[in-house]
Nanobody, 119 residues
């Protein structure tokens, strides 16, 4: 049974930083491309960043240069370091394996972690 537990969110001022963590179980973590997603109120879920089993990364244009995704296969954990945060980064952040948008509504998601960027 897949379980994804996100943590590390909170309230931060613009320009601040946060580090999110996601502990995964029930999947062969080391073999999967992992990803962070976010969903802001009234908006669709969007892919933020992904990391392959070999450590190659990709980022959405809106976060490139500010966010860094990493993984620790020994701990079955994926991280998202978020720097220079902006109000438009406010959203619930989720981790999962890399998925096509068409299947978002059909797959399991963890509870997510709320990130609020506000002064």
């Amino acid at each position: 049974q897949v379980q994804l537990v996100e943590s590390g969110g909170g309230l931060v001022q613009p320009g601040g930083s946060l580090r999110l963590s996601c502990a995964a179980s029930g999947i062969i973590f080391s073999s999967n491309t992992m990803a962070w997603y976010r969903q802001a109120p009234g908006k669709q879920r969007e892919l933020v960043a992904s990391i392959t089993s070999g450590g190659s990364t990709n980022y959405a244009a809106s976060v490139k240069g500010r966010f860094t995704i990493s993984r620790d296969n020994a701990k079955n954990t994926v991280y998202l370091q978020m720097n220079s945060l902006k109000p438009e980064d406010t959203a619930v952040y989720y981790c999962n394996t890399l998925q096509l948008p068409a299947v978002y509504m059909y797959i399991y998601w963890g509870q997510g972690t709320q990130v609020t960027v506000s002064s």
